[in-house]
């Protein structure tokens, strides 16, 4: 069963604008698919997963685009980054030429984001639109429309009937697309073959690790600590390995699209706030897995539900900005040093929205309390959520509301 993805529009979008699209995101969101059910009968395809093209792509460039002239689709890229120069040369040609179809000749997905994007900022600067793919968001799997997140937008009454052992199987279970519909039939399985993939395919591909096992165990130290502030000694010290190196490897972790360091706000009015960014995990199945919850029951009984449901809330409102083509997300946590937090923050058009997450089935206004703060920052303040389990879309206060979960 295909799912329509939210991205669509916004890719389509930059196809109108750009001679090339490249669609990023991490191993098995679902990138090829996507481009797949949208490419035209004329547009070739091709992977760079096949050695043999891969081969040709490498060593032969200008001949391997002569077979795969454009329209084209190449899936992953970043395995013959030798192409982007003979692309760009294809493009300013076709500029030249005044070509009527310029734009959108070439469709580009690939998966590690750091050397691909060096490529593509070297290579193709200005002539390439770039789009972020994750996995399935709710609306897409619900099929309901989807804008950027902000308090005050409205909201479809789809997702109210979830009750919380239903939100904690999807969250249990993941948005990768090859299980977000499994029910949890084979989660193990899909789990332990996605991290073996990821630790021979992208990290092997990122950097020289020999020892994958210890990697392995500092990914599962980086899912224990979803979100938490950052502290690499902490970190590292748990990992046994050194702070240099959890750096390191959490930067390939970021590059490869597994996690998200949302920074602190900060601005020259106050002084005392926290500087170290709070960590997520992008997928919420993949961190479950990680920590050892087999189930969605243990899962939510469990000492990690708070922050996986913290986890789970961020990112499907990540999504929500990503699949509508928003690659610069405005998003921030507050955190001062008496303790004072804000889960996130969005600023828009100057103004800021403060966001608490709580899992709970009732909401209180002392769960806003901290809303308050805000005042100091001296910079507007707008509608206010908290995003929570209770059933129903209400105003906690005049500038606050309590938002159900499961309309994300």
Sequence with gaps: MFTRRTLETAFLEACKFFPAVL????????????????????????????MLDCSMARNDPQGFLARYSPPVLIDEIQYAPELLPHIKIMIDKARQAEKADRNGMFWL????????????????????????LLGFSQSELENRHSVPFLPDIAFSAIGTGVDTMELYRRIWTGAFPEIARDNGEHWTMFYSRYLRTYLERDVRDLSNIGDLEHFSRFLRAVAARTGQVLNYSDLARDADISMPTAKAWLSILKTSGLVWLLEPYFNNITKRMIKAPKLFMLDTGLCAFLTGWDSPRVLEAGAMAGAIFETWCFSEILKSYLHNGRSQVPFYYYRDKDKREIDLLIE???????????????????????????????????????????????????????IPAPLL
Excluded: W
């Design 348 to 402: 828009q058009n100057g103004m800021l929205y403060p966001v608490e997450f709580k899992k709970s089935a009732s909401a209180r206004l002392d769960d806003a309390r901290h809303f308050k703060i805000l005042e100091q920052l001296k910079k507007p303040v707008g509608m206010g959520a908290v995003i929570c389990l209770y059933p129903e879309l209400v105003q906690l206060r005049q500038d606050c509301r309590v």
């Design 109 to 132: 997905t690939g998966s590690q984001q750091f050397q691909l994007m060096k490529g593509v900022t070297e290579s193709l600067a200005g002539r390439v639109g770039i789009v972020d």
């Design 23 to 50: 669609v990023t995101g991490p191993l098995q969101v679902g990138k090829t698919t996507f481009l797949c059910n949208l490419r035209e009968d004329e547009r070739k395809y091709v992977t760079l997963d096949n």
